[in-house]
């Protein structure tokens, strides 16, 4: 396949891809076919006082001939410069949609999730920590009784049966009772009761 060919092609496919405009883009080559402009002018210019009719109509149909593959290939070179703008511009966009629709297909599947089973695990949630919280109520009142009475024998919390505080530190400050904060939604209650819902 010729480069003039390979450009034509690249130009006239609408399937062309960056790699194949990029590809006849540089196959163009202004700066050579500029210099066998020159060389032609030089060559019919020499012809002019010392060659005959014969010679001199090759010689300048050699330079038109030139001239109009310098022309070809600048005009080339800027629609192909113009369709890879156009490409890149037009990629770009295929993939910012490409991106959207994956985006789009999560969003829905995340939000079919919320609607169908976060409402469910809220209100079996706050189930749970009305339950514990009226438990470790029971074991304080319990345990003040035991205080008074003069016991040491204290019973453990709840939480920290189920999840030990870090060493060393306050085991309250890590309760999932102060920690963990639901926004009432529909007809799931939020937590904690008095100051979300």
Same mark, same amino acid.
């Given at each position: 396949?010729?480069? /003039? #060919?390979?450009?034509? $092609?690249? +130009?006239?496919?609408?399937? =062309? %891809? *960056? @790699? ?28 002019? /006082? #010392?060659?005959?009719? $014969?010679? +001199?109509?090759?010689?300048? =149909? %050699? *330079? @038109? ?133």
């Amino acid at each position: 396949m010729s480069i /003039l #060919d390979k450009i034509r $092609k690249a +130009l006239r496919s609408p399937d =062309a %891809t *960056l @790699t194949d405009l990029h590809e006849a883009l540089a196959a163009v080559d202004t700066d050579a076919l500029q210099a066998d402009v020159v060389r032609a002018e030089r060559v019919r210019a020499g012809l002019l /006082l #010392d060659g005959s009719e $014969k010679q +001199l109509d090759v010689a300048e =149909a %050699t *330079l @038109t001939t030139a001239i109009r593959e310098r022309d070809r290939g600048i005009v080339a070179k800027a629609e192909l410069s113009k369709r890879i703008a156009e490409k890149e511009v037009s990629d770009a966009a295929a993939v910012l949609d490409a991106e959207r629709d994956a985006v789009e297909r999560e969003a829905e599947a995340v939000k079919t999730i919320l609607t169908d089973e976060w409402l469910q695990l809220q209100a079996k949630s706050v189930k749970i920590l009305t339950r514990l919280a009226a438990a470790e109520k029971a074991v304080e009142n319990h345990n003040g009784r035991r205080i008074k009475a003069g016991r040491t024998d204290l019973v453990a919390s709840v939480e920290t049966r189920a999840f030990a505080a870090p060493v060393g530190q306050y085991a309250p400050l890590h309760s999932i009772l102060e920690t963990t904060s639901l926004k009432a939604i529909g007809p799931a209650a939020g937590w904690p009761a008095k100051k979300l819902s």
